[in-house]
T-cell receptor, first 111, second 113 residues
Framework: QKEVEQNSGPLSVPEGAIASLNCTYSDRVSQSFFWYRQYSGKSPELIMSIYSNGDKEDGRFTAQLNKASQYVSLLIRDSQPSDSATYLCAVNAGNNRKLIWGLGTSLAVNP | NAGVTQTPKFQVLKTGQSMTLQCAQDMNHNSMYWYRQDPGMGLRLIYYSASEGTTDKGEVPNGYNVSRLNKREFSLRLESAAPSQTSVYFC????????????FGPGTRLLVL
């Protein structure tokens, strides 16, 4: 059974701090990794995708991938109250069109 | 571009009633997906379609049928709704051809009494 695991939280950080979200996956052949953000009552929206080991930065967001350790993380710098949401980690399920989803980590950024 | 659209936004059904959830995308994407999302269960794939005329089962297909009518549209049908099908349903699409990102519609909230 291929799995993606995330700490459900809630993760609570003060405004301006760095929020660190982690995700581990079980399938070693996975090649594509995604972070989605989902506000309450809304649909998931893509924040970052990462395919190679190392860091990928986009504005205040940095995705980190370590395939040897089978984890992917998302750092949010200068966290804002508008970042309060559930963050979903998704991993491609080998050579097909499906993604395996984690259950999400709830983030609360406190003013 | 409207992206991925879903209708209806909200529906209440009685047990045993049938209904079809509609999904359309205007991004010329090849693959389309139906998910359900329940508290504590995350996103679970019901069915997906890699191209017009093809469909495949996901994790939780029982009680559902799908139709990929054309490249744009992918519908989900509940033939005899059950309270266990109360959920939020999301449609998503993916371009393929080098992109694995899935783009989601706004969702349909379904309550089965």
């Amino acid at each position: 059974q291929k799995e993606v695991e995330q700490n459900s939280g809630p993760l609570s950080v003060p405004e301006g701090a760095i929020a660190s979200l982690n995700c581990t996956y079980s399938d070693r052949v996975s090649q594509s990794f995604f972070w989605y953000r989902q506000y309450s009552g809304k649909s998931p929206e893509l924040i970052m995708s990462i395919y190679s080991n190392g860091d990928k930065e986009d504005g205040r967001f940095t995705a980190q991938l370590n395939k040897a350790s089978q984890y992917v993380s998302l750092l949010i710098r200068d966290s804002q109250p508008s970042d309060s949401a559930t963050y979903l980690c998704a991993v491609n399920a080998g050579n097909n069109r499906k993604l395996i989803w984690g259950l999400g980590t709830s983030l609360a950024v406190n003013p | 571009n409207a992206g991925v659209t879903q209708t209806p936004k909200f529906q209440v059904l009685k047990t045993g009633q049938s209904m079809t959830l509609q999904c359309a995308q205007d991004m010329n994407h090849n693959s389309m997906y139906w998910y359900r999302q329940d508290p504590g269960m995350g996103l679970r794939l019901i069915y997906y379609s890699a191209s017009e005329g093809t469909t495949d089962k996901g994790e939780v297909p029982n009680g559902y049928n799908v139709s990929r009518l054309n490249k744009r549209e992918f519908s989900l049908r509940l033939e005899s709704a059950a309270p266990s099908q109360t959920s939020v349903y999301f449609c998503a699409s993916r371009r393929d051809q080098g992109s694995e990102t899935q783009y989601f519609g706004p969702g349909t909230r379904l309550l089965v009494l």
